[in-house]
């Protein structure tokens, strides 16, 4: 990102109270236009409690929160979406009763362009083939790592510029885990910008172009994530290595 660049969205100071435990510290945290940028740490961290705030899903109680440079914070999900922001939440939310088409059609409430809606779900069974397969299916009977897909699809039909995805590995069998993380390193390439929420640090460093680490609330090391994935003090927290 250059130096005069502003970026897609900044978090200042932020400060997010969950059950009344300050659970994020007054982070900072960047992510300029076409990164992926990840942030990671063990459960319990604070991360999914940051997404909350950036979308609106937990009152903010202190700092910034800007898209496009624009204060947002406090901004309600559904305003978001309609400027290009989308997120995909812990635990994929799927709506169980809905066939797969139904679902994807829902990730694009925000538009009215038929021919252009029809397109993009085209696009999404073209990342993922086995919707295609069970697009007459409801997504409750889909695997854990169909409904992410099936999630992370929803959201693309909001044609985001800024996609947020909130532990999307979790609970998969690790073929699915790499499927995901395959899939999201296509949706970067393609020009969305990504912030990826993640308890793999591993994987998730080795897709990112930059890294935050955070624990206990407060964002502790940041930088290239080929460094942090080198670095000794993330190996022996999140890698199994000294």
């Given at each position: 990102?250059?130096?005069?660049?502003?970026?897609?969205?900044?978090?200042?100071?932020?400060?997010?109270?969950?059950?009344?435990?300050?659970?994020?510290?007054?982070?900072?945290?960047?992510?300029?236009?076409?990164?992926?940028?990840?942030?990671?740490?063990?459960?319990?961290?604070?991360?999914?409690?940051?997404v909350?705030?950036?979308?609106?899903?937990?009152?903010?109680?202190?700092?910034?929160?800007?898209?496009?440079?624009?204060?947002v914070?406090?901004?309600?999900?559904?305003?978001?979406?309609?400027?290009?922001?989308?997120?995909?939440?812990?635990?994929?939310?799927?709506?169980?009763?809905?066939?797969?088409?139904?679902?994807?059609?829902?990730?694009?409430?925000?538009?009215?362009?038929?021919?252009?809606?029809?397109?993009?779900?085209?696009?999404?069974?073209?990342?993922?083939?086995?919707?295609?397969?069970?697009?007459?299916?409801?997504?409750?009977?889909?695997?854990?790592?169909?409904q992410?897909?099936l999630?992370?699809?929803?959201a693309?039909?909001?044609?985001?510029?800024?996609?947020?995805?909130?532990?999307?590995?979790?609970?998969?069998?690790?073929?699915?885990?790499?499927?995901?993380?395959?899939?999201?390193?296509?949706?970067?390439?393609?020009?969305?910008?990504?912030?990826?929420?993640?308890?793999?640090?591993?994987?998730?460093?080795?897709?990112?172009?930059?890294?935050?680490?955070?624990?206990?609330?407060?964002?502790?090391?940041?930088?290239?994530?080929?460094?942090?994935?080198?670095?000794?003090?993330?190996?022996?927290?999140?890698?199994?290595?000294?």
């Amino acid at each position: 990102m250059g130096a005069d660049a502003t970026p897609l969205l900044s978090l200042e100071r932020l400060q997010v109270a969950y059950g009344g435990i300050q659970a994020v510290k007054g982070i900072d945290l960047v992510v300029g236009k076409g990164e992926l940028v990840c942030l990671i740490g063990a459960n319990g961290a604070g991360k999914t409690t940051t997404v909350k705030g950036v979308t609106g899903l937990q009152p903010v109680s202190g700092g910034v929160v800007r898209y496009e440079g624009d204060d947002v914070t406090g901004r309600p999900a559904f305003e978001l979406v309609r400027r290009g922001l989308a997120m995909v939440p812990e635990g994929r939310g799927v709506f169980g009763a809905l066939t797969i088409e139904e679902n994807l059609a829902m990730g694009a409430y925000t538009r009215t362009d038929r021919d252009g809606i029809r397109s993009d779900i085209e696009r999404v069974y073209t990342l993922f083939p086995r919707l295609h397969e069970r697009r007459r299916q409801t997504a409750g009977t889909l695997s854990g790592g169909e409904q992410q897909m099936l999630a992370m699809g929803r959201a693309m039909m909001s044609r985001p510029r800024l996609l947020l995805l909130d532990e999307p590995s979790m609970g998969l069998a690790p073929l699915m885990v790499q499927k995901v993380f395959e899939t999201v390193l296509a949706i970067s390439r393609e020009g969305v910008t990504i912030l990826l929420i993640e308890q793999n640090a591993k994987l998730a460093l080795e897709v990112s172009h930059r890294g935050y680490v955070m624990e206990s609330g407060e964002i502790t090391l940041s930088g290239d994530a080929k460094s942090l994935l080198h670095d000794p003090k993330v190996r022996a927290a999140y890698l199994g290595a000294a």
